[in-house]
């Protein structure tokens, strides 16, 4: 039956109270707050389904990690090894491997693998000195324990100069040096040309001699720089001045091998610019020491220990360590102190500085004390001056 004007009018004004439009086709369509209650109840449904999926999904996982393995506890130990030993052969630091070996359990253990530790590299064994401690020492014990000939070298040197325990330190170095390690057959010239931790009656010239001809057919630096001055003043060899010189030549020629290497190009735009400043400036650089000026080469690891440790320690260069009136090599990059007294060269001209070796010698002569030595007899007449005037 339709409705009256009056019903009419009472249902419009409803639906206007209510927020409700209608078209003029006569279609209600129920206003905006509606529509955002209703927005709302669909929203809050599907975040609830969404919760309840992903709470399913959480108790799926977890069930299925209870059931299934680890994929890294699948893998055979004898993998991991060779991981690892790859791992150690190119590490750049001590907390390379180390890093690694906190890792987990099994990655320590598998760690300490003698596989593992006798291809540390040498980057790898590298400990500072202010750095050293008991742990320190055991990871090199085991190296060196392991077979690894850096750890062996290293670890030599810093017991037979830096801890003073000079039997187990000459034992590991010569353990090194049947391995054909040329930079602990080298240390082994030097302590038999200096009698190091014995008495000036305990050197062994010709013993020297020939551990520094075996070093220097490894390609040696200072063993072929030490050979040769052995040759020309017949030190502990027959005198020969034409083959002495050849050791020194080819000694400067592999220094500057080493110093033009390709693989770095910053040590060898440093090399040509110091190479052509130095030749600019003395006419030919070529004749200096029988071959061109370079930069000094980087000391090695068991260097950069000693001159750490005992420049920590408050030596300086004069003064050495223990007993009072020792003293260490004067060029920086060595390291070595003396374990008696008297026992390293002093240079005639000044008799200043002083050195263990004569490479240690003609490789600060080049560097720094050409510029810097004067006869005694200058310091003397200079010191006679000054009481003259007082």
Known sequence: APETSSALGTRANGLRAAGDMRTRRGLCYPGLPQWEAQWRAVDEGQAGRARKRTRRLHRVGRRAAAEWPDLFDTLPDDLVVSILSKLSASATSPSDLASVRITCKRLNGLGSSPLVLATASVKSLAVGARNWTESAHRFLKQCADAGNLEA??????????????????????ARAAMGSHAAALYSLAVIQFNGSGGSKRDKDLGAGVAL????????????????GHCLQDGYGVRRNVAEGRRFLIQANARELAAVLNPSSPAAAAAAWQHHHRDGLASGCSLLSDFGCNVPAPEAHPANRFMVEWFTSRGGAGESGPGEEGLRFCSHGGCGRAETRRHEFR?????GVVNYCSRACQALHWKLAHKAE??????????????????
């Open 373 to 390: 030595c004067a006869p005694m007899e200058r310091w003397l007449d200079a010191a006679g001056g000054v009481e003259m005037m007082n």
């Open 152 to 173: 062996c070298y290293m670890l030599g040197m810093i017991r037979f100069y830096c801890l003073e325990s000079r039997g187990s330190g000459a034992a590991l170095m």
């Open 346 to 350: 002093r240079c005639s001209v000044c």
């Open 212 to 227: 520094c001809a075996r070093a220097a057919v490894l390609g040696h630096v200072d063993a072929l720089r030490e050979l």
